[in-house]
């Protein structure tokens, strides 16, 4: 696998983790976009609510403005995509400067969307730049321990998050399927029980999404 220090083990997990917050969360928000500038005022707060994120906003302009693009709101996109820049640049052996470079472009073009007359645009430029960024990891980085730390970190957050919004029961399913098989292939510190228990939830007619997401937060060794 290859000796990973433990400080890095866990910027990898969280680079994993940030990197999915932030392409996830602007699925929601770009799909959403139309409905938080002409529908109830009061709708913003309903997308706050599925994240469980504060609703510090006094009004759905304020919420359009400040969620993407506010670096002092950490619930914010920005200060996730910021993150998982930080813990990237600390990794830049690991990853390489070739994978690193897509993180600074999808950088590059949130401060776009920030100042921007169509940011959903931009927006779609940093989603892309996530896409591409997972595809070097993948292609470039020769360690598998360090490939596939990021997608533990991924598939949690992912899991996480379609828990909160009520994703389809089949694509939870999936990510299930997808993280069970990818964290025995790591040197992370794991929960064997829990991780056997989300695997047979998985398999439920009706998974419980809460319990799902309660197992997922305990998973990894504290």
Not at 101 to 124: F, G, H, R, T, W
Not at 148 to 161: S, W
Request: glycine share 4%; charged share 30%.
């Amino acid at each position: 696998m290859g000796i990973i220090s433990v400080e890095n083990t866990d910027r990898l997990y969280w680079l994993g983790r940030y990197t999915e917050r932030t392409y996830t969360t602007i699925l929601l928000f770009s799909e959403s976009f139309d409905g938080l500038i002409d529908g109830p005022e009061d709708y913003y707060t309903d997308f706050c609510r599925r994240l469980d994120i504060p609703d510090i906003y006094p009004n759905a302009e304020d919420f359009t403005k400040h969620y993407p693009y506010d670096r002092t709101n950490p619930d914010s996109i920005v200060s996730n995509l910021m993150r998982a820049y930080d813990n990237a640049i600390v990794l830049r052996e690991e990853l390489g400067s070739e994978t690193l470079s897509y993180l600074q472009l999808a950088v590059y073009a949130m401060n776009k969307a920030a100042v921007s007359d169509a940011p959903l645009i931009e927006l779609q430029k940093v989603e892309d730049n996530l896409l591409a960024f997972w595809g070097i990891a993948d292609d470039t980085i020769e360690s598998e321990n360090v490939r596939n730390i990021i997608k533990v970190g991924k598939r949690i957050e992912r899991i996480d998050l379609y828990g909160r919004i009520q994703m389809p029961e089949k694509c939870m399913r999936r990510e299930i399927h997808r993280l069970t098989g990818r964290i025995p292939r790591t040197n992370l510190a794991y929960n064997k029980n829990l991780l056997s228990d989300l695997a047979k939830m998985a398999e439920l007619p009706s998974p419980d999404y809460y319990r799902i997401v309660e197992k997922t937060d305990h998973l990894l060794a504290q």
